[in-house]
């Protein structure tokens, strides 16, 4: 009797329907897919880099880089010729140029002049390498990257907004507070080789000049020495977008 019994029970057990073994392993396996999905969705909502079509660069830009926290601040005498002689190096290439720029504690700003997105990217590219080599040099042969993500850039429209931004940058160090010495450039800058200050009393440097003449457009209205950029230039910095 014990060995039909046990006959008739392995008979059931193979022959048994297999809809019930599925449903068990498939109630198992909805939880994990509904985790991954999860946690998927919620990547996607916490990313922190928009994946958007950047608009074509053409003409003048205003271009800001940032370095990376813990780092030496840029406004010192040894920091400037360093941050010169690489602006002289990578200030022209084809299709690029150096128009203008400002150096503050812990960033950059400059006004470039390109013929498209990817002479911009090649011309930001190969500064960027000069720029944090001279400063590696300078702080004790360190190595590593020296700034701390993309750099921003504000394609300018129109001789309005183009004059709006050189005033901005030039006059920079008034802004902040870091020069404040009344009928004079701020020599973090390139205000010194700039020609249309309405002070008759300036005068360029005699070394080479670490900018280019701009291309794009010819004459600006003249600019104040002393002037302090207001916050009216907010409103052209709003739509700033990143670009490679």
Known sequence: MRMEKT??????????PRSSQLELFSNRRRPKRAKASHRIATMRKSSRVPHEVRPEARGALH????IRR??????????LRRLEGA???????????????SVQQEHLHLVV?????????????????????????????????????R???????????????????????????????????????SGRWFLPWRSTNTCRPTRSSPVVEPRSYFCLPLLSIDDVPGPRWHEFTVAASSLD
Request: glycine fraction near 8%; avoid cysteine.
């Open 70 to 79: 813990g780092l030496p601040g840029l406004r010192t005498p040894r920091a």
């Open 87 to 101: 602006f002289r190096k990578g200030k022209e290439k084809p299709g690029f140029a150096l128009l203008h720029y």
């Open 151 to 189: 750099y921003f850039a504000l394609a300018l429209k129109n001789i309005r907004q183009i004059w709006r931004t050189v005033r901005y940058v030039l006059s920079n160090g008034r802004k902040h507070g870091t020069w404040t010495k009344a009928g004079a450039p701020d020599p973090y800058s």
């Open 113 to 149: 002049e390109t013929e498209s997105k990817t002479k911009l990217a090649l011309g930001m590219q190969g500064l960027e390498i000069r720029l944090a080599k001279a400063l590696n040099a300078l702080w004790r042969r360190r190595k590593g990257s020296v700034f701390a993500d």
């Open 63 to 66: 271009v800001v880089l940032r």
């Open 7 to 16: 006959k008739m029970e392995k008979r059931m057990r193979v022959n048994a």
